[in-house]
Structure formats: C-alpha cells, structure tokens
C-alpha cells in the first residue's frame, strides 16, 4: 500500500469533517466528489446554493454540506468571535461582518475555530499569504511551537531512498531565509510532521552546497550551526548537517563524504536552507521525477489548516484533504 493509500485508510477509519472555501474552483467540485465517494472525509463547501450548482455542475457531490455565510445562523457568532480576537489590533464589528461575509477563507479558519469543522484545505486559487494570514489571526501557533513553517509530502515513483521514496521537504512555501534557530525549528517540526504522516523514525539533513566543511562561506556556517542547534534542542532527533544533496540520501556518497553521520545517505527529511532552494527542489522532483507533491502543509498552527500550490490537480487536493483529516485526528 503506497502512502496515500495508508493516509486515506487512516482517514477513514476516524472520519473528520474538512472545510473548503475555493468553491469557485473546478478542482475542488473533482476532489470531492471522490473523497465523498470512498468515504475519507466529510465535507463543508462555503459558498451560495447557486454558487456550489453553477460551479460544480457535472459533478456527484452529494453528501456534502453547504455553508452561505449570508444565511447561516452561525454568521453573527463567528463575527462576535473575530472581534474578539481581534479588537487589539482595531477590529471593528463592521469590519469583521465585511470579512466573515465577503472572504470564504476566513469563514473557513472560523469554522475551524469554532470547533464546526476540525481542519481545513485552501490555496488552488489563493496564494499561502492568503491562506495563511487568517490562520495566524484566528487560530493562532500551536502550544510550545517557535515557528510556524510548512512542508510537502514527495512520494518518488520507484525510489529506494528516503523512505521507499517518501520525503518531507521543508520549508518549501513559507520562510524566505531562516537564520539557523529557525532552521533548527523547522527541523524539529518536520520531523514530528514526518512522524505523524508516514509512521517512521524521521532522519532530518540540514542542506547545503557544502558537506561536513568541504566549502567555506556564511550560508554553510548557518546550516552547520542550525544542524548544532537541532542536535541539542532534540537531542533523541536523528539530524545532522551541513549535507549536500546526494550525501543526504544517496548511501554510498553519504559514506563517502561524511563517514560518521547517522543521518548521511539515509535522510527521509530534507530541511532547505532558504525558500529559494526549498521551492526550486520539490518542484524539481515533482516535475522530473514525476513525484506526488502533497502540500504546502502547515506545521505549528493549533489546528490544521493546508495550502495547495495554484498548480495543483484535484488529485492532489483530495490527497491532502485526506492528510488534513489524519492530523485533525492527531491533534
């Protein structure tokens, strides 16, 4: 059983209900019709009866609720509760009925926070800010967490590295340059992600164009001292670094360049040291490759709430619905 198929069994066997506010949104009408159908989640469409006819016309998705922000008998609690939260920074009860009424996103994450949906999934048609900036309003980072970061789940077709090429790819969508406290976070919290999604021990390289001081230069000096930071902050964490590429997951190079690493040739986690090399790299793998890409996930918010990437395919957002219920299921 590939990975999907494990994420989707366990979804099922512990049903969560997900919501999706991109109801404009083709893909979204496909993904569900077949997350209704084999049963791995429930669903709650934001949008107008007329709205959800027009755009998912052609498509089974019978089953799913329908949530108008204009009509629900919730509405008037979710814009008491965003003033709220938000009256610090000058929200207003005007201002939030704009928002809660005009912006499906943040109904979304509401919903979420009002415990009326457990996760949600947005990003074919948003861009991360937009996705993520009502999160960090509403849901806030979860308890104990430094960093909120994201990650993407690369499953490698006919690969025996990485996890019988499975991967967690961070960060690939959010932090632009980390300073190495911050890459040590995003260490610590895509291993725990790798942990909760594929069942194994995660081994987590820190990457650079450098392997074990093979090159000098400030950004190997960040990684090596990100790869410091991680060893002490999680010191049951297999992590180590700085690594090249091939050192990380190839195990005849890995032994080669760096003889006494745990983590060399055999690293399942791959930690990027800057967004430029993350967003390049799963792209990269996805598209030559041919690798599923399920994400970008978040890692540190208090409840889940996903990205997709504007490319995605229905496939894809059926995939991580489903990886959304596993972790509203963890929680």
Known sequence: ??????????????????????????????????????????????????????????????????????????????????????????????????????????????????????????????????????????????????????????????????ENGTFVFSDCGLEQN??????????????????????????????SHSSKGSAKHADVDKVAEAARIAKETYPGLLVDGELQLDAAIVPEVGASKAPDSKVAGQANVLVFPDLDAGNIGYKLVQRLAKAEAYGPMTQGIAAPVNDLSRGCSAKDIEGVIAITAVQAAGK
């Open 1 to 162: 059983m590939g990975f999907i198929d494990e994420i989707k069994a366990r979804a099922k066997s512990n049903k969560k209900t997900i919501v999706l506010p991109e109801t404009e949104d083709k893909r979204t009408y496909a993904a569900v019709e077949a997350v209704l159908k084999e049963g791995t989640a429930n669903i709650i469409l934001i949008g107008s009866e007329e709205e959800v006819a027009k755009y998912g016309q052609g498509y089974d998705i019978t089953g799913a609720a329908i949530v108008d922000p204009a009509t629900s008998d919730k509405t008037e609690a979710y814009i008491e509760k965003f003033v709220e939260l938000r009256k610090a920074k000058g929200m207003t009860e005007e201002k939030a009925r704009e928002i809660m009424l005009g912006n499906y996103t943040y109904y979304g994450v509401m919903m979420v926070k009002m415990g009326d949906a457990d996760g949600m999934v947005s990003g074919a048609c948003h861009s991360t800010a937009d996705t993520l900036r009502p999160s960090l309003q509403i849901l806030k980072t979860k308890p104990g967490t430094k960093l909120v970061s994201s990650f993407f789940v690369m499953v490698v077709p006919d690969c025996t590295m990485g």
């Open 178 to 207: 980390p300073d190495s406290e911050k890459l040590a976070a995003i260490a610590g919290t895509a291993a725990e992600s790798f942990r909760e999604l594929v069942g194994k021990e995660p081994r987590v390289a820190l990457l």
